[in-house]
């Protein structure tokens, strides 16, 4: 049996005489490909290829521990605890899905073939690799298909045409002979390993190291020395002791060991549900249920029920269940004699349990259920798959019959999540039993239930308002589904509405389906070709190098950084002396050391490399430490003692205004019209007036910021590789700090693991950072950071606040906007105030508006420097208008797709910024949409789902979308490439772009193939560097393919120019044979090409200019259904048309949009980043509290809509970029906001259920705290009123 698991967790000695497969052993570019790779590769399913290894592992893993093909069910939950940030999942899920069981007679030999003999996927119904590759007839018969049980061979060397199964790993036969072992053994800082074969020995152990960790899975006490830094001196691994893994049933209930693993739970529930009696397995369905959502595959094949329990998490989804449950825990002692002690008793305090330090938790009994028991589970977390929840609940019910009387006899009410430890509601116990079960005694028990819950406002956690609103939710829903259930009735007891059972009807998701149509309009050999990315089959089998992969020169060094712990404040002193005598330590270096200027900043130099005598916000740095190990140059690193003298700080940007604390000459104005006269003229039948906040985002790259820096001749040049989208920016911050030329400094960058903006101007200062010790020493430094200090340090997208005031006619028809727009831009300028304007140019979106005017400032706080991230402004800018947009509509009564169509803009109109509106496709793109939605039907069947359901909701909304293409900084928008022609003729490309995921480097060499007539696979591009391509701009912008496509394509025909002379004496059979003739004649087939984009500029003085070529649109529909009484929802559809001219590469092209949509979505309803303000003052001032995966939920694959359709307009033309096409990168983004807009308009039906009719605000990220808490009813006014507004951070 083959399992996934996390490797970051799993102890390498806990793995000791198993069979390690990792993603190099499943198949590689030498030997040949597996299935699961080639077929990932070939949907398109790899961007930046980061995730990728993991993705492939954990398929792999199913399908090989898998008796018989999976489902599509089974194989969308084993990729839950994975996560990728650039694809959306979509082409992922695609690829495996041609490894599940549908129908076998799709998958016989030749049943689906296209024209060209490509083999058709049954499952896609495209051209799938999953096929044979055509040429090769004898192998076709043997394996034309791609079914589990023979899904190879499909795979082939790429250097010697064998076949993949010759290769595949058997499980090595030394291991079946081999005899597991005591273990023990020594390892760092005095940590001993004890992997013992016997119970006995386990306690032996136990008494003679009493403060030892047992250790199963790992997953608590690895996250503990990892992350919570705790240190352990004995680690007792006992997943091999046979009494703790045992699993037997009784006539009284099953005995589940404590190192039984939540995956082998979960198969012996399921196996025992199906057998004994539906009433005496409620618990055990209760179980399943919450495992299902219990952490990710990975994690339950590893974690063990015994850790889950003793961890004593008051969060622990397991624990609320057993006690509710009734099971006991049997305890042994060092003598192995057993005690058993009720769940409800075992928890006493934080963490704390009723165990001695002698004692383990040897197995868990649970009991049988009795007949007429109830019992249900219940769990909200942020994100439905791998997320611990903010309330949980287990809850039983046990009943007797009296006359036609349900009496209860006995009951549990326990949640997780509202106390130190799970919490039994004993009052209401008390209060439930003896009484009979009817709607009078739910609505008495709720005024119980909340004397049991005393959640205190400054409870740590937050959410006070939430988590008490859920416990009365649970409690309702376990109220309605007893009733469901009682007596084995299915009927609902008189009293209680049909309607009411959706708020019991069980979430159930449905596989991903969608469609991606699209025109292939070819240029030449390669553009508008739908390639596959062209590192995919590296990515897919690990072997692609990120930077972190660069071998090290020998005698590296490893850097970390000194960072401030407060937000604003004086630096006193600084004592290094623990960080010098930590081992390993090999140097440190503060502001004093810098041989250069320590003065930078990428617009203006208003921040210090390192802090000299303040620091104005917490992960600042102040030095750098470099040690013999990344590990060693962290302790080092915490071991410097700085004192400070506390200044006041500026924590929100409603502080900042207050305060008048902006960042100087930020102030920004755009106008058109007169809106003072628009206002006080009687033309606007309406004026009103409001507030946006817009939540920022974190980039959540996959790859964290990482560079390795050297010396070169003694320190007179020196090199990095970088992961940055701006090499350029790396080698100028290097030379400027260093005091060296540029000339002498060299950034290279092979590929990213995701950058999304985040990288292009909060990486340098790291680089600069590793520069100084690297340069100091003479040694090579490497400086990669944990992702808890890149999310704290590397800033984020701009929260911004929008005041705006809007004047309308009595038909919609917008007509003056008054709007006053600030963003966060933290403690330094860094692209701000780029960022202000370009939310200042999109606070039109695609309306219309007569007279506007528009104030923008950035806001200078205490936090670190926000940053560029996809959309750069655009989003928040647009979502601003939308808002208004959408509430014109509540206050007209008229729904919100009438207000923005009367208002759109149209052919020749001018924008508030002077620039004209030429070649107009949105118009085309909404009708397009509109049908296809159909958009009539879909609100009637809303409507009417609405109002045959009480706790469930459903909405719907159609946002549009015009981003400009262009930076607005006028300079920026130039690009050089270097191309380089061999006599064997391949082509060797260099431009200034990076590769990032976003599929650059394949469109480029679409571009050059196409130009010099050869086939793609003659294209090669290695590397970005800065001594190929001199002072490139950033990869970002959208503009990269415009911009570096077209650069290429300038120096390809400056070669083909030269090369005509020679191709025309006489027919070349080959390009090679050409390039080689060229040669001969002392042909140069070097050539350095450049682009400027033409026709742009912008003048802020005037306020008027062309500051876009040209602009993406793009309209989507989005249809989203919530539950009200706990704020979870999904997004059932959504369809997204775009223009993009004609595709260079349709393909790539359709995954920008669906990744975009996707981080969109997660902007829009999931991603919330939560600071230390005043907000939030849980948490200690100025530091970030979503700081990883932990608590900063990005989507996951079950956050993908059911179906999701993506169009690209056909028939479009752009005439301003390279072969027709339109930039694809940053556009789409915006239109998740549709998931927004759709989840309020649900809420708008549910708010109508209690008669509130007027506007409400609904912040982004729509969490299921603002779901549920913007859906008044009877057990939210208990706490709140229907205006509650739940805290942000902006
Ligand atoms: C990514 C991730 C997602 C998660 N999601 C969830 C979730 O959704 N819901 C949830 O409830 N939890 C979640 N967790 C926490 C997880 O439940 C626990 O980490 C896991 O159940 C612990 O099991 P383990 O075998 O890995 O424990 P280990 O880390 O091996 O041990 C944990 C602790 O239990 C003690 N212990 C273990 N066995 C015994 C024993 N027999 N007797 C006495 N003490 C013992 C150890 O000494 C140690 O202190 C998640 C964790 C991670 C990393
Ligand atoms: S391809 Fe998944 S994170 Fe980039």
């Known amino acids: 049996m083959h399992q996934a698991i996390n490797a970051c967790l799993a102890p390498l000695y806990s793995v000791e005489g198993m069979h390690v497969i990792t993603v190099e052993g499943v198949g590689n570019c030498r030997r040949g490909l597996h299935p699961v790779q080639e077929s990932l590769a070939c949907s398109h399913g790899s961007q930046c290829g980061f995730c990728t290894p993991g993705f492939i592992m954990s398929i792999y893993a199913l399908l090989r521990s898998s008796q018989e093909p999976p489902t599509l069910e089974q194989i969308e939950e084993s990729l839950a605890g994975n996560l990728c940030r650039c694809t959306g999942y979509r082409p992922i899920v695609d690829a495996f899905r041609v490894f599940a069981k549908t129908n076998d007679s799709l998958y016989v030999n030749g049943a689906l073939e296209g024209h060209s003999g490509q083999f058709i996927c049954p499952s896609t119904g495209k051209p799938c690799s999953c096929g044979l590759k055509p040429g090769n007839e004898d192998e076709k018969l043997k394996t034309d298909r791609c079914s589990v049980d023979d899904y190879s061979p499909v ?56 403060d030892a960790k047992l250790v199963v899975g790992n997953t608590e006490v690895g996250i503990e020395m990892r992350l919570k830094r705790m240190e352990y001196r004995a680690l007792i691994y006992i997943a091999h002791i046979p009494e703790l893994n045992q699993l037997s049933l009784n006539d009284e209930g099953m005995e589940i060991g404590a190192a039984v693993k939540l995956s082998e739970l979960m198969k012996v529930l399921q196996t025992v549900s199906g057998k004994r009696p539906l009433y005496e397995t409620s618990s055990c369905r209760a179980l399943i249920e919450q495992i299902k959502w219990f952490a990710g595959t990975q994690i339950r094949n590893a974690a063990s029920i015994g850790g889950n329990i003793c961890t004593a998490s008051p969060i622990s989804d397991l624990n609320p269940l057993w006690m509710a449950a009734g099971a006991k825990f049997c305890i042994i002692d060092g003598k192995g004699n057993i005690r058993t002690c009720l769940a409800e008793k075992f928890f006493l305090g934080y963490r704390k349990v009723d165990m001695a330090s002698s004692e383990i938790l040897h197995s868990v009994f649970l009991p049988w259920n009795k ?87 400054n409870a740590p956690g937050g959410m006070v308002e939430f988590r008490k609103s859920l416990t009365l939710s649970f409690f309702f829903k376990f109220f309605l589904w007893v009733c469901h259930h009682i007596d084995g009735q299915t009927s609902c007891p008189s009293g209680i509405p ?81 960080a010098k005598s930590s081992p390993g330590f090999a140097g440190i270096f503060f502001a004093k050391d810098i041989p250069g200027n320590n003065n930078i900043g990428p617009v203006i130099a208003d921040e210090e490399l390192f802090a000299s005598e303040f620091v104005t916000c917490v992960g600042q740095v102040i ?148 520069a100084i010790a690297s340069y100091l020493l003479n040694r090579p430094v490497k400086l990669t950071l944990d992702r808890d200090i890149d999310m704290m340090i590397t800033g984020q997208r701009h929260s911004f606040l929008g005041k705006y005031k809007v004047g309308f006619t009595n038909n919609g028809k917008v007509l003056a906007l008054d709007l006053e727009i600030y963003n966060n831009g933290g403690n330094s300028l860094d692209l701000s105030l780029a960022i202000l304007e370009r939310a200042m140019f999109h606070s039109d979106n695609v309306y219309e508006i007569p007279n506007v005017r528009i104030n923008g400032r950035v806001c200078y706080t205490n936090f670190p420097s926000n940053t560029a991230f996809r959309g750069f402004g655009g989003p928040q800018g647009m979502l601003i208008t939308e808002n208004w947009v959408q509430r014109i509509a509540m206050e007209l009564k008229k729904s919100p797709e009438e207000i923005r169509e009367i208002n759109f803009q149209r052919e020749g109109s001018v924008l508030h910024y002077g620039q004209k509106i030429e070649h107009f496709t949105l118009d085309r793109i909404w009708n397009e949409l509109k049908t296809s939605c159909d958009l009539y039907n879909a609100r009637k069947e809303v409507d009417q789902f609405n109002s045959n359901n009480r706790w ?50 394949t469109k480029v060499a679409q571009i050059a193939a196409s130009s010099f007539n050869i086939p793609l696979s003659s294209v090669f591009i290695s590397e970005t560097s800065t001594d190929k391509v001199p002072n490139a701009t950033p990869t970002a912008a959208s503009a990269s393919s415009d911009m570096y496509g077209a650069a290429v394509l300038d120096a390809c025909e400056q070669i083909n120019v030269r090369m005509k002379p020679i191709a025309s004496t006489r027919n070349y059979s080959s390009f090679a044979e050409l390039a080689n003739a060229c040669y001969m004649e002392r042909i140069d087939l070097s050539a350095h090409g450049f682009f400027i984009t033409p026709d742009i500029g912008f003048d802020w003085k005037t306020g008027q200019g062309i500051p876009f070529r040209y602009f993406t649109y793009g309209a989507a529909f989005a ?21 993009l001219g004609f595709s260079l590469n349709p ?47 990005i989507p996951s694959v079950n956050d993908v809509p059911l179906k999701f359709n993506i169009s690209l307009l056909k028939g479009a033309p752009n005439a301003k970029a390279i072969h027709s096409s339109k930039a694809v990168g940053e556009p ?63």
């Open 1228 to 1290: 789409p983004f915006f239109l998740a906001s549709a998931v927004l807009f759709a989840i309020k308009d649900a809420i708008v039906s549910a708010r109508a259920e209690v008669g509130c009719s007027d506007w409400f605000p609904l912040d982004n990220p729509a969490t299921p705290e603002r779901i549920r808490m913007a859906c008044p009813d009877e057990f939210t006014k208990a706490f709140v009123d229907s205006d509650f507004r739940p805290k942000l951070s902006i």
């Open 371 to 457: 007949q007429y028991e109830f019992v249900k589970e219940f769990k909200q977390a942020h994100r439905r798959d791998d997320d611990i929840a903010i309330v949980n609940a287990g809850m039983r019910v046990l009943f007797e019959q009296r006359d036609t009387k349900w009496v209860i006899s006995d009951a549990s009410i326990v949640y997780g999540g509202v106390a130190p430890v799970p919490l039994f509601a004993y009052k209401t116990k008390l209060f439930l039993i003896g009484k009979t079960w009817s709607k009078e005694l739910m609505q008495d028990a709720l005024e119980v239930l909340q004397e049991d819950i005393v959640l205190k406002e």
């Open 155 to 210: 795979s082939y060397s790429d250097t010697d045409g064998t076949i993949f199964t010759n290769k595949e790993l058997i499980f090595p036969p030394e291991l079946l002979l081999r005899k597991l072992t005591y273990l023990c053994l020594t390892g760092l800082n005095g940590l001993n390993w004890y992997r013992p074969l016997k119970l006995q020995h386990v306690l032996d152990l136990k008494a003679r190291h009493p």
């Open 1147 to 1193: 393909a790539i092209d359709v995954g920008q949009i669906e990744g975009a949509f996707i981080q969109g979505l997660g902007w829009a309803a999931l991603e919330e980043l939560k600071w230390g303000d005043p907000a939030h003052r849980w948490i200690p001032a100025g530091f970030l509290y979503t700081c990883g995966p932990g608590n900063y939920k």
């Open 623 to 770: 030095g750098v430490v470099v040690a013999d190990t990344h590990e060693n140059a962290k302790n080092a690193a915490r071991r410097v003692h700085i004192e400070y003298d506390e200044l006041p700080a500026i924590l929100s940007m409603k502080d900042a205004i207050h305060c008048n604390s902006f960042h100087p000459n930020t102030e920004k104005c755009l106008r058109k019209g007169d809106v003072d006269l628009c206002f006080q003229s009687d033309q606007c039948d309406k004026i009103m007036e409001g507030e946006v906040q817009v939540g920022g985002q974190e980039h959540f790259y996959l790859e964290p910021n990482s560079s390795l820096v050297w010396t070169v001749d003694n320190g007179n040049e020196v090199h990095m590789v970088s992961s940055t989208q701006a090499p350029q920016k790396h080698q100028k911050y290097v030379s400027h700090v260093l005091g060296l030329p540029m000339s002498k400094v060299v950034c290279k960058t092979k590929r990213i693991g995701g950058g999304f903006g985040g990288k292009e101007t909060r990486s340098a200062f790291l680089a600069a950072s590793a």
């Open 498 to 578: 049909s309607s009411h059972l959706s708020a019991i009807q069980p979430f159930h998701r449905t596989s991903v389906t969608g469609s991606q149509d699209f025109d292939i309009t070819k240029h030449g050999t390669a553009v508008g070709s739908p390639e596959v990315h062209l590192s995919s089959k590296l990515q897919v089998s690990g072997e692609a190098e990120y930077t972190d992969d660069t071998p090290v020169p020998p005698n590296s060094l490893y850097a970390a950084l000194v960072l401030s712990k407060k937000p604003h404040a004086r630096i006193l002193s600084i004592d290094d002396s623990g």
């Open 1119 to 1139: 249809e989203v259904e919530i539950d009200t009484l706990t704020g979870d929802f999904h997004t059932t559809k959504a369809d997204v048309t775009l223009d």
């Open 952 to 1001: 469930k909701k459903r909405g719907i909304a159609l946002i549009p979308t015009k981003f400009g293409i262009s930076f607005t900084t006028k300079f920026m928008n130039q690009a050089g490439a270097l191309v380089q022609v061999y006599t064997d003729g391949t082509v060797l490309v260099t431009h200034g772009g990076v590769e990032m995921g976003q599929g650059l480097h």
